[in-house]
């Protein structure tokens, strides 16, 4: 006997990637049922290469009898509908910034701390990281277990679909306009994106800081250890599919690059491919679509004891959202012994 599943948000990027995922990685699902609002309810959405689904509308569904819901339908929307789920009995895993940090609430990426999952009872809900912070934490989560990580110092380079569909669409059309000399139209970002990079996700906070960057240093302190001390730059970039990360580890103890090489060679969820020659490294058209978080440049910082560089890339809308999202529900089953309503 299979679970029903259902997806909150199954328009957008990220419930399309939930839907494909479940299907590519068949999830023990007999009943897998598409939500998102009132005004998409009707449309069919894919699901796998043959099957198609049709949307129901989020306000109206009744989530008794449901096992697992893989939210993604924006945080206020999550705010009101997941906790109604849960309350059905639906173990609802969220993947929007809502619960991350409610201390009842376990944050996990499950190459990292797969066992927080053990707590999801408390809410009936899981959360999911934000996607800057998966790769990050998923990166360093070996190198902390060989040499502890004291402080990490990094800047991202974040495609557009981080901003939803409206980013992708912002950044096709003001690159389209340049080139036939119509005026840039600004929509999503607050600068022009086509042809530039923006020091800004997400709103500013009082200390100058924006809550993207706050996000994933706290995330990474909740996840992986409380006493890391970060410095977080996030940039948008004109890419369409594909986060990136410049990181700078201190560690306690001393680590070579050779053994920090073979320690993220050997841990799961990660390709190194770091080749000190011409495109020996990854960029984010090569991970488009791939699962694995890749780690390239791996070098000594001189600068600092026991410092190290990474470059680390990942698909933002795959293992920064939806497949984490869909591991999540995997260990659920498969740890905790979920059984079908």
């Known amino acids: 006997m299979g679970y029903k599943v ?4 199954a328009t957008g990027n990220v ?6 995922i479940l299907s590519e990685r068949d999830f023990p699902a007999d009943d897998v049922i598409p939500l998102a609002s009132e005004k998409s309810a009707g449309r069919e959405v894919s699901f796998g290469e043959d099957e198609t689904l049709k949307v129901r509308d989020l306000a109206t569904f009744d989530f008794r009898g449901v096992d697992i819901a893989l939210s993604s339908p924006g945080a206020s929307v999550s705010a009101q509908f997941s906790p109604k789920a849960a309350k059905a009995g639906c173990v609802v895993i969220d993947n929007t910034s809502h619960f991350r940090m409610d201390p009842e609430v376990p944050l996990v990426v499950p190459e990292v701390n797969r066992d927080a999952i053990a707590d999801y009872g408390r809410r009936n809900i899981i959360a999911n990281p934000n996607c ?4 990050m934490v998923v990166a360093m989560k070996p190198l902390h277990d060989l040499a502890v990580i004291r402080r990490a110092v990094v800047a991202t380079y974040q495609s557009v679909s981080g901003a939803g569909r409206a980013g992708m669409d912002e950044l096709f059309n003001q690159t389209r306009g340049i080139y036939v000399n119509d005026p840039v139209v600004k929509e999503t970002f607050t600068k022009q994106i086509a042809f530039n990079v923006i020091p800004h996700c997400d709103q500013f906070m009082e200390d100058g800081s924006t809550k993207e960057e706050w996000k994933m240093m706290v995330e990474t302190k909740k996840i992986l250890d409380p006493t890391i001390k970060m410095s977080v730059t ?26 920090a090489r073979a320690a993220l060679r050997e841990a799961p ?6 080749h000190r020659a011409d495109e020996g490294y990854v960029t984010p058209v090569e991970c488009a679509g791939e699962d694995a978080v890749y780690v390239s440049r791996i070098r000594e910082d001189p600068t600092v004891d026991n410092g190290l560089n990474l470059w680390v ?3 933002n809308l795959r293992k920064g959202a939806a497949l984490n999202a869909v591991q999540i529900a995997e260990a659920l089953v498969n740890d905790h012994l979920l059984v079908p309503a």
């Open 132 to 135: 800057s912070t998966i790769q």
């Open 6 to 9: 259902a997806v909150i948000g």
């Open 234 to 259: 996030c940039v948008r970039v004109p890419v369409f599919i594909g986060h990136s990360e410049a990181i700078n580890l201190e560690f306690e103890d001393a680590i070579s690059v050779e053994e």
């Open 269 to 274: 969820g990660v390709v190194v491919v770091d």
């Open 15 to 20: 419930g399309r990637e939930l839907l494909q």
């Open 313 to 315: 890339v990942s698909d």
